[in-house]
């Protein structure tokens, strides 16, 4: 099996000028290879958040239920990696600069979202997946752009 789990950071749908809005949109993949890879890489973050990330509370008073690249501390971040440390994974990331696409965001964004994931995928080597790909997008995705999205991936 080939697992692939595809995050972003930042925002296309706030104009670029908006206070607080980034000026970057990040997408990224990380590729697991096995199942055991697979387990392992899930348990780390298992443990991340239950162990650490559930003593503490958000800026808004919320219990952490999610490991957040942004929002956790360094400490905790070197706790998760140390059991990471010998799983193999790669990471793949686009960085999108925002002022440069300021015209294509305003007109569909929704495009342009596909556009980079279309291109961080392209680079991985999924023709060396021996049986299937299984990719898992963020939970803010929702299940008609889900499916817009494969049907995208697969004529790709």
């Known amino acids: 099996m080939y ?9 296309l749908g706030h104009p670029i000028q908006s ?11 990380l590729e697991v290879r096995s199942e055991q890879a697979r387990k392992a890489i899930e348990k780390a973050v ?9 003593k503490k509370r958000s800026r808004k008073g919320k219990l952490i239920i999610e490991l957040k690249a942004t ?12 059991q990471v440390a010998t799983v193999p994974f790669t990471v793949s ?14 007109l569909n964004p929704k495009r342009v979202y596909g556009f980079i994931t279309h291109l961080v995928v392209k680079g991985l080597p999924l023709e060396e997946a021996m049986t299937r790909v299984i990719l898992t997008l963020d939970k ?3 299940n008609s752009a889900i499916q817009e999205f494969n049907e995208h991936l697969v004529k790709q």
Do not use: M, W
């Open 71 to 82: 929002a956790t501390d360094f400490a905790d971040k070197q706790y998760f990696y140390r």
């Open 3 to 11: 697992y692939l789990y595809l995050d972003e950071s930042g925002d």
């Open 19 to 29: 206070p607080g809005a980034p000026r970057h949109f990040v997408i990224t993949v």
């Open 140 to 142: 803010c995705v929702h």
């Open 93 to 106: 990331t686009v960085i999108l600069e925002k002022a440069r696409f300021i015209n294509h965001l305003q």
């Open 46 to 54: 298992e443990r991340t958040v239950k162990n650490k990330l559930h």
